[in-house]
């Protein structure tokens, strides 16, 4: 499962580029939220549409197929770095010290390798929906209204590159923590326990207060 994370930020090149990268994966998740927002709105409208005027949004399915990318991929990579996507923690919770970083870091390298798979294989799938001399650069496009396709494909190899980036950070800070055997290493994800969770929630009550 996943649990509450605190990333450590110093003044070491690790951290400083952690920040750096975090500002792009807040801007591309802040794009991930208002896409949600707009597919609400479009619901709102092709619904009054419907009722009132009998005429819903024309194209309705084809712009939510549109928006998925932008939802599903843009934020990965910012819950990555704050340890928020599945995992089980039943072994790790009982790990510490290099043991700990050791398994932390054979996860990452692992999600890495399939990452950069993904990569590829979706470049090569906005590859084959790119062209230059069709209309509108497409080979392809939606249905109902004739939306091309390939902005929504080249979402996916762009936040999956995000993401790689974000994950090699995290092999640089495991690997260092293991090597020197860093009790709390910055720019990677500590996994709270129960009573720093409840630490940490009571402390965000009482700002706002």
Same mark, same amino acid.
């Given at each position: ?6 990333? %450590?930020?110093?003044?070491?090149? =690790? ?5 750096? %990268? %975090?500002? =792009? ?31 819903? +949004? ?36 009982? %790990? ?15 999600? =890495?390798? +399939?990452? +950069? ?49 974000? +994950? ?13 055997? =860093? ?27």
């Amino acid at each position: 499962m996943a649990g509450q994370a605190t990333v %450590l930020v110093d003044g070491s090149r =690790l951290s400083q580029l952690d920040q750096r %990268l %975090l500002v =792009l994966e807040r801007f591309l998740a802040l794009i991930s939220g208002l896409a949600v927002f707009s597919l609400m709105v479009l619901a709102v409208v092709s619904v009054s549409g419907r009722n009132a005027l009998n005429a819903p +949004l024309p194209g309705y399915v084809d712009w939510i197929e549109q928006a998925m990318p932008l939802i599903a991929f843009l934020g990965i990579s910012y819950v990555q770095r704050d340890g928020g996507h599945i995992r089980m923690d039943i072994v790790i919770s009982r %790990l510490h010290g290099r043991a700990l970083w050791l398994f932390e870091l054979l996860s990452v390298v692992l999600i =890495l390798i +399939l990452m +950069l798979a993904l990569v590829w294989g979706s470049w090569s799938h906005f590859d084959r929906s790119f062209d230059f001399g069709a209309p509108m650069w497409s080979r392809d496009s939606s249905i109902d209204i004739g939306i091309p396709l390939w902005p929504a494909k080249l979402l996916a190899p762009v936040a999956f590159s995000v993401l790689c980036l974000r +994950l090699a950070l995290q092999v640089w800070g495991y690997g260092r923590a293991f090597w020197l055997g =860093l009790d709390a290493p910055a720019a990677v994800p500590l996994i709270q326990d129960t009573a720093a969770q409840a630490a940490a929630e009571a402390e965000q009550f009482e700002g706002q207060d």
